[in-house]
């Protein structure tokens, strides 16, 4: 399994960033997707979930109306659009999949609100 995210950078409060997530190494459009975060200082927690077809989704209660989850199964590929930024979203953001009885990760994508 892997998990590799892309889209990450420099962004000024208000303004907007789209994380990729490529995956490979497992049937992906048989598994729930997630995006976590992990802040400086703090422990990671769950961003978002999208279901296997794509039709299901869930949020953190800090992302709504903020943060949307989607997927592409023809190309093995979730995405994060995140707009309205606060520098409070300033975190490594990571791709994730439960898979085979454990949990597999991304190396992260830095994401930095600041102006």
């Known amino acids: 399994v892997q998990l590799v995210e892309s889209g990450g950078g420099l962004v000024q409060p208000g303004g907007s960033l789209r994380l990729s997530c490529a995956a490979s190494?497992?049937?992906?459009?048989?598994?729930?997707m997630s995006w976590y975060r992990q802040a400086p200082g703090k422990e990671r927690e769950w961003v978002a979930r999208i279901n296997s077809a794509g039709g299901s989704t869930a949020y953190a209660d800090s992302m709504k109306g903020r943060f949307t989850i989607s997927r592409d199964n023809a190309k093995n590929t979730v995405y994060l659009q995140m707009n309205s930024l606060k520098p409070e979203d300033t975190a490594v953001y990571y791709c994730?999949?439960?898979?085979?009885?454990?949990?597999?990760w991304g190396q992260g994508a830095q994401v930095t609100v600041s102006s």
């Open positions: 994730n999949v439960w898979y085979g009885g454990r949990h597999y």
């Open positions: 190494g497992f049937t992906f459009s048989g598994y729930v």
